[in-house]
């Protein structure tokens, strides 16, 4: 018992070491089941005790990690190198492009107050400016700032910084994100908005689902129990995979009923194995062609 | 993407490691940087949060010299491997030549894995590249802790897992210890050259 103890907290002090935080919270848990099991331990609570000092100085790690800022200020150097490396357009073709570009970068990465200096120099370039009004609005949300957004709206329209045209576009473009973030109640004068654009990330694709090529089956009951069988993909359709059962496996088809559930699934995709769960929609017998008295089952993934 | 410039005869191109959180990818290019002191150019530059946890990207420029009669420049980047950094793993991922996949040997990070895996095959699809086309090594990492008696797969059970059907070249490796960081890194090197080679025709015969 003691060296399988041993073994468990060497391992989870492995994973800490490591910085897998989640494994070797497990490691300590199962130590702790352990130990509160075994009648042979003598000094259990001290154990107990020990235990619980190691796992909540790795909880106060742990917090430590979550609470860390996901977007701290960088050095001017960073900044230079994140407009830098992730601005794409040819800068001798296009510097106001590129400026563009290092600006949005700048943001994305968090970086609100630098590119809203880069976007505000962009403002003074014809063929940016649009472009840039609205990513300052957008920079000012993602701060939570509504107050200098909408000053800043007002002194466009003021100083007639861009046609009628183009002011109604960027006020949809700022409605849309308020909207977004449910930042509306916050705006002093409420607005409702005329006309809801979406955004291309909220334009939905559709689901998709992997190309699955073979799935392995294992089973916990039935003639297969504690097997696996590993079957072809003869067609998908969305997340509805169908599977040929030749007539001869006769323990299969006993085991494969409509509505049963399949938990453990091992799905074959031209990228990898993904591990998931299935449901039997479907299984009619082959009525004519090579198949002939074969068995199509589908199978409807439930998840992946 | 590679820029490649005709008259100066230069090109520079991206490679990029990617993989699940704490597979070891800062620790490759870490390697890399105190190995090949010669060919990186300027200092690596590597944004991180509590934990030593990459945050946004680590950055590592080299020049290798003269190949085949260009001056080649690259641009070794790693992601933030946690899954909630999404976006700017695949704002890291853009324009990339060559990607080394990191996998985490650890048995207990084999759902990571995958995912990664996963994650990565739907960015570059969003960008409209074919994980089965780009330049891709696997990299099986942390091999050395076999020796500790953790439990690690089997090379052919993570074979089986990424890259039955991928057949993309595979290594194992220890970023720790360094064994297998400097083949990774000319593989994918390789791999990245000849297929710029067939995009930009870039080698002189």
């Known amino acids: 018992m003691s060296k399988k103890i041993k073994s468990l907290l060497q391992q989870a002090k492995l994973y800490r070491s490591q910085?897998?935080?989640?494994?070797?919270?497990?490691?300590?848990?199962l130590v702790e089941e352990l130990i509160k099991e075994s009648d042979q331990l003598p000094n259990k609570q001290k154990l107990l005790n020990g235990l619980s000092k190691k796992i909540d100085s790795l909880?106060?790690?742990v917090k430590a990690i979550e609470s860390?800022?996901?977007?701290?200020?960088?050095?001017?150097?960073?900044?230079?190198?994140?407009k830098k490396l992730f601005s794409f357009s040819s800068k001798e073709k296009n510097e106001s492009e590129t400026a563009l570009e290092g600006a949005i970068a700048l943001a994305k990465f968090g970086q609100f107050e630098g590119a809203l200096e880069e976007f505000g120099k962009l403002l003074k370039v014809k063929s940016q400016k649009f472009s840039a009004a609205k990513n300052i609005l957008r920079c000012h949300l993602e701060m939570g700032d509504i107050e200098s957004a909408t000053d800043q709206m007002e002194k466009w329209e003021k100083d007639n910084m861009f046609s009628s045209d183009q002011l109604e576009k960027i006020?949809?473009?700022?409605?849309?994100?308020?909207?977004?973030?449910?930042?509306r109640k916050e705006l002093a004068v409420s607005k409702e908005p005329e006309e809801k654009v979406a955004s291309e990330d909220e334009l939905e694709n559709g689901e998709e689902f992997l190309?699955?090529?073979?799935?392995?089956?294992?089973?916990?009951?039935?003639?297969?129990?504690?097997?696996q069988i590993e079957l072809d993909v003869s067609f998908q359709s969305g997340n509805v995979i169908s599977l040929i059962i030749s007539s001869k496996d006769e323990a299969l088809?006993?085991?494969?009923?409509?509505?049963?559930?399949?938990?453990?699934?091992?799905?074959?995709?031209?990228?990898?194995i993904f591990r998931g769960a299935g449901i039997v929609s479907a299984m009619t017998q082959i009525k004519s062609g090579p198949k002939k008295g074969d068995y199509s089952l589908d199978i409807k993934i439930e998840s992946l | 993407m590679a820029v490649f410039n005709l008259k100066k005869r230069e090109i520079e191109c991206k490679i990029v490691f990617y993989g699940p959180g704490r597979c070891g990818k800062t620790t490759n290019l870490e390697y890399i940087f105190r190995a090949y002191k010669k060919q990186v150019e300027g200092e690596m530059v590597s944004i991180n949060t509590e934990g030593d946890r990459t945050l946004f990207f680590d950055f590592l420029p080299m020049e290798l010299g003269k190949i085949k009669g260009c001056d080649v420049r690259v641009q070794l980047f790693t992601v933030p491997g946690q899954v909630h950094y999404s976006s700017t793993r695949k704002l890291v991922l853009r324009g990339v030549d060559g990607i080394v996949f990191v996998a985490d040997s650890l048995d207990v990070r084999r759902e990571k894995n995958m995912q990664?895996?996963?994650?990565?095959?739907?960015?570059?699809?969003?960008?409209?590249?074919?994980?089965?086309?780009?330049?891709?090594?696997?990299?099986?990492?942390?091999?050395?802790?076999?020796?500790?008696?953790?439990?690690?797969?089997?090379?052919?059970?993570?074979e089986k897992d990424l890259n039955r059907q991928l057949k993309a070249a595979s290594l194992p490796a220890s970023a720790v210890t360094g064994e297998g960081i400097g083949k990774t890194l000319q593989e994918s090197l390789?791999?990245?050259?000849?297929?710029?080679?067939?995009?930009?025709?870039?080698?002189?015969?």
């Open chain 1, 19 to 29: 910085g897998l935080m989640g494994e070797a919270e497990k490691k300590y848990k």
């Open chain 1, 59 to 61: 909880n106060k790690e």
């Open chain 1, 68 to 82: 860390a800022p996901t977007t701290p200020e960088m050095s001017e150097h960073v900044n230079e190198l994140i």
């Open chain 1, 171 to 183: 006020t949809v473009f700022f409605d849309d994100i308020v909207d977004k973030k449910g930042l």
């Open chain 1, 211 to 227: 190309d699955i090529s073979a799935v392995a089956i294992s089973f916990d009951s039935g003639p297969y129990k504690g097997e």
């Open chain 1, 253 to 272: 088809i006993e085991n494969m009923k409509v509505d049963a559930r399949l938990d453990d699934v091992h799905f074959y995709s031209p990228v990898a």
């Open chain 2, 116 to 158: 990664s895996l996963k994650d990565l095959q739907q960015n570059l699809k969003d960008y409209g590249l074919n994980i089965f086309k780009i330049p891709l090594v696997l990299q099986y990492n942390k091999r050395d802790l076999a020796n500790t008696g953790m439990p690690i797969m089997s090379l052919e059970k993570m």
């Open chain 2, 190 to 205: 390789k791999l990245t050259l000849q297929s710029l080679q067939k995009q930009f025709n870039w080698a002189q015969k």
